[in-house]
């Protein structure tokens, strides 16, 4: 794993998973702390690639578990905590940021 990909996974601002918006100063096991999560988890075969590492936020890496990220998303979806499909390719809005 390299050092530049560790900080620019860090950089990212939305969880991978369900979008909620992340900051890497919240403490730890706070809803929004940046977390790295590996895509395909190393121990079923993943690698320390950049293209195996996202920003998750603190509480989808704890429910993700040994997961792959397509098995994690069809159970978020299963259980409604994804209710639209957000197009993944344009920028997503941070669903913590919205204020009454
Ligand atoms: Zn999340």
Known sequence: MKTSDVVDVYKTRICHYCGIGLDP?????????????????????????RENL???CWSCNCRKNRK????FLALLM???LIGTLRDRSGPAKPRAARVR
């Open 54 to 56: 996202v920003a998750a």
């Open 78 to 80: 299963k259980i409604g």
């Open 68 to 71: 792959t990220a397509e098995e």
């Open 25 to 49: 100063e919240a403490p730890r096991g706070h809803l929004c702390r940046t977390t790295m999560d590996h895509k395909v988890p190393l121990k079923r075969g993943g690698s320390n690639t």
